[in-house]
């Protein structure tokens, strides 16, 4: 399953990309701005940079067919 993980620099984005990433699934991180210390980035199959409010963002995710998202963003 290809999964979209909105936040994935956080500590709880992190944390379920992590986790999806070693039952199998493709993940892929949406993050507005490139964090290079990713310890988990191994299991990513695709890092997006963008902001959701972008409309090209829209259609960047649209080619990768995305199953699932999770949104762990807080304000």
């Known amino acids: ?7 994935a620099s956080g500590y709880l984005g992190g944390k379920i990309t992590e986790y999806l990433s070693l039952l199998g699934h493709e993940v892929y991180v949406l ?3 490139k964090v290079n210390d990713l310890l988990w980035n ?3 199959s695709k890092v997006i ?11 960047t995710l649209a080619y990768f067919q995305i199953d699932a998202v999770v949104y762990t963003v807080s304000l």
Request: charge should be positive; hydrophobic fraction near 45%; aromatic fraction near 4%.
């Open 1 to 7: 399953m290809k999964i979209l993980v909105v936040g």
């Open 42 to 44: 191994s299991g990513i």
């Open 31 to 33: 993050m507005r701005n």
């Open 49 to 59: 940079i963008g902001d959701l409010r972008d409309p090209h963002v829209f259609s």
